[in-house]
């Protein structure tokens, strides 16, 4: 059956990244890979075309499709809209919210060509490989009530960090299964000793365990975990917490293997529909410069394959063939260094497509 | 008018750490700073004694100290205490909270001596001096409503993220007038794209802004900000952040210095009464060995001069009698390197006290 793909561009680099990725996809589509892939609009772009960051046509195609690639969404162009719901923002998380895309998958790698980039030491982060497993639809990123409100003759904000048992045992079941399949230690970040919210959190994990005999288990408070993150971060294996705690250690745990440009992420439903995209942003500033690293975005095509499209030989032929160009010394300007070769994004498509 | 302090040793390496702070604060009084010093107990140490992290009694003595000193508290000893009320660290919450300690300033400052200590390239990290200045009596620590509850069939965890515009205007107050004194920048950091209590946050520190026009106020996303604390760290002096954010970040930042053993904070109500601690935890396991780092608390000590006791010139000879053992080459264990003698806790304090 002829799978769908959905590819959205979004805003910034976006188009540029994902243009590079979309001939990856049809030279897997040449290699008999059966998908059949589609456009929609997301962000802020889909903001100055129809007035809103979710149109419900683009809502619709993402329901249907197996996969989407998204490039990234927001600038500061967006950042002056006074509705918060209008927002570039709030048209990716609608997206998640309306998948179920529960699962987010951002694992911070670095990669071997690239350990000098990195501002730790390079025998800190040499080999790094850490999967951090980030709840995507809970949390206080949904929690109600929220909002702005008089109180007292002042205004006050006010969000809600909220989770279920069930919230919790859906993605802890995830990186128990994540942390079996590579070295079965999972490290679950909470503020258990400030926040009853996270006393859940922990007590349900620790519930789960014994379902996992093999996976040995642990727990960290979250800022003591930024700093392990920073101190010693090959300590970690799978890491798995919620929404908020999540976006900010995946975040620092991506810029710490100096491979920002590289990584790509995967969120995902009950049913393995997923949505793919790089860890960096938009990157506003070089946008329509040609000068942007499509790598991390062809690589979010390789997860795809090998999560959404079952297609693990495929996804493979990808990394290693980001894996040869990277050896070949071909690099975009963010990761230049001395003796490689700055190119652009269009040239390192290019490179990647022949080595694939 | 003889000023009253409050020694509160704590838990873990907090009776070692404490007992050379408190030798140079008698060796200030001796050089005749006016003070009368006390102990309390507070934490894990209050709990085993009275069955609470905080008595009575040591919140009276708190609240008529004009400065607190306080090693650190919290232990795997009381982790399993069931109920999250008696635990060491709401002790030390309750204490932030009574006393009305909002601002809290946590340096993250790379001594000289040290830079070749921190996980980062030294050339990022060296000179760094960043100062956080994180909001400590209100947002998700104290917001109400707040607990664990059954709703439709399941439990179900929630805790309120909260700002009042008051609030936000007194910590951004803080921050502003600590720009002045600093290089005039200030960074505030929120998740204003997610979280409404963020957006009012953001508002406020723009309406403060006009009052203080010789700072430049800029605004940073929290994941963008853990990204860049990690990548260029240099590019921070004054940032300004709510309660969970500045845990997370200040935690972060003191650890990239590679100076985390060194680094003190306050915490000050607006009658400048002030608590003042190490920025590192009470390391329960090295606890009793004798082989702590005195140094953040030796250093607290010249913070409580400096902001609560109007006593600067003391401040700085503490500051300078540390520089000097620095350059001596003593070190404690935990900063040791090639080339550096490793002294004991007890060692370090005599050294400090004889440059002092
Ligand atoms: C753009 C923003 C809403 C988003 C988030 O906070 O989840 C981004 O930072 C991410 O991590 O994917
Ligand atoms: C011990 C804990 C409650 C405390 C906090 O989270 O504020 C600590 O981490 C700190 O930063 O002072």
């Given at each position: 059956?002829?799978?769908?793909?959905?590819?959205?561009?979004?805003?910034?680099?976006?188009?540029?990244?994902?243009?590079?990725?979309?001939r990856?996809?049809a030279?897997?589509?040449?290699?008999?890979?059966?998908?059949?892939?589609?456009?929609?609009?997301?962000?802020?772009?889909?903001?100055?075309?129809h007035?809103?960051?979710?149109?419900?046509?683009?809502?619709?195609?993402?329901?249907?499709?197996?996969?989407?690639?998204?490039?990234?969404?927001?600038?500061?162009?967006?950042?002056?809209?006074?509705?918060?719901?209008?927002?570039?923002?709030?048209?990716?998380?609608?997206?998640?919210?309306?998948?179920?895309?529960?699962?987010?998958?951002?694992?911070?790698?670095?990669?071997?060509?690239?350990?000098?980039?990195?501002?730790?030491?390079?025998?800190?982060?040499?080999?790094?490989?850490?999967?951090?497993?980030?709840?995507?639809?809970?949390?206080?990123?949904?929690?109600?009530?929220?909002?702005?409100?008089?109180?007292?003759?002042?205004?006050?904000?006010?969000?809600?960090?909220?989770?279920?048992?069930?919230?919790?045992?859906?993605?802890?079941?995830?990186a128990?299964?994540?942390?079996?399949?590579?070295?079965?230690?999972?490290?679950?970040?909470d503020?258990?000793?400030?926040?009853?919210?996270?006393?859940?959190?922990?007590?349900?994990?620790?519930?789960?365990?014994?379902?996992?005999?093999?996976?040995?288990?642990?727990?960290m408070?979250?800022?003591?975990?930024?700093?392990?993150?920073v101190?010693?971060?090959k300590q970690?294996?799978?890491?798995?917490?919620?929404?908020?705690?999540?976006?900010?250690?995946?975040?620092?745990?991506a810029?710490?293997?100096?491979?920002?440009?590289?990584?790509?992420?995967?969120?995902?439903?009950?049913s393995?529909?997923?949505m793919?995209?790089?860890?960096?942003?938009?990157?506003?500033?070089?946008?329509?410069?040609?000068?942007?690293?499509?790598?991390?975005?062809?690589?979010?095509?390789?997860?795809?394959?090998?999560?959404?499209?079952?297609?693990?030989?495929?996804?493979?032929?990808?990394?290693?063939?980001?894996?040869?160009v990277?050896?070949?010394?071909?690099?975009?300007?963010?990761?230049?260094?001395?003796?490689?070769?700055?190119?652009?994004?269009?040239?390192?498509?290019?490179?990647?497509?022949?080595?694939?």
């Amino acid at each position: 059956m002829t799978q769908k793909i959905l590819v959205l561009p979004g805003d910034g680099i976006g188009p540029e990244i994902t243009a590079q990725a979309s001939r990856i996809l049809a030279a897997c589509q040449a290699r008999g890979l059966d998908v059949e892939v589609f456009e929609g609009l997301l962000g802020g772009a889909a903001y100055d075309a129809h007035g809103e960051p979710l149109p419900a046509e683009t809502l619709e195609k993402a329901k249907a499709a197996r996969g989407i690639l998204l490039g990234a969404v927001g600038g500061p162009k967006w950042d002056k809209i006074e509705d918060l719901a209008k927002r570039p923002e709030k048209g990716l998380l609608g997206v998640r919210k309306q998948l179920g895309l529960f699962g987010n998958l951002r694992p911070a790698i670095t990669y071997p060509q690239l350990a000098s980039a990195s501002s730790l030491k390079p025998e800190l982060v040499a080999g790094l490989d850490i999967m951090i497993v980030r709840e995507l639809t809970g949390g206080i990123y949904f929690g109600q009530p929220r909002g702005i409100e008089e109180r007292d003759g002042e205004r006050v904000g006010f969000n809600t960090y909220v989770y279920s048992e069930s919230e919790i045992e859906r993605i802890g079941r995830v990186a128990f299964e994540m942390a079996q399949k590579r070295s079965k230690k999972l490290c679950s970040v909470d503020k258990a000793n400030v926040l009853e919210v996270t006393i859940l959190w922990r007590e349900v994990m620790e519930r789960l365990a014994p379902e996992y005999p093999d996976v040995e288990l642990s727990h960290m408070y979250v800022d003591n975990a930024a700093m392990q993150l920073v101190r010693a971060p090959k300590q970690f294996d799978v890491v798995v917490t919620g929404n908020m705690f999540g976006d900010i250690l995946s975040d620092a745990a991506a810029m710490l293997t100096g491979s920002i440009g590289m990584l790509p992420s995967a969120s995902l439903n009950e049913s393995g529909q997923g949505m793919y995209e790089p860890c960096h942003g938009s990157a506003p500033d070089i946008a329509g410069q040609g000068i942007a690293n499509p790598l991390a975005t062809i690589l979010s095509v390789a997860m795809m394959l090998r999560y959404s499209l079952d297609a693990p030989a495929m996804a493979k032929r990808i990394e290693d063939a980001v894996g040869k160009v990277l050896d070949d010394g071909l690099r975009t300007a963010d990761i230049a260094a001395e003796g490689t070769r700055t190119v652009s994004t269009a040239e390192m498509g290019d490179a990647v497509l022949a080595a694939f």
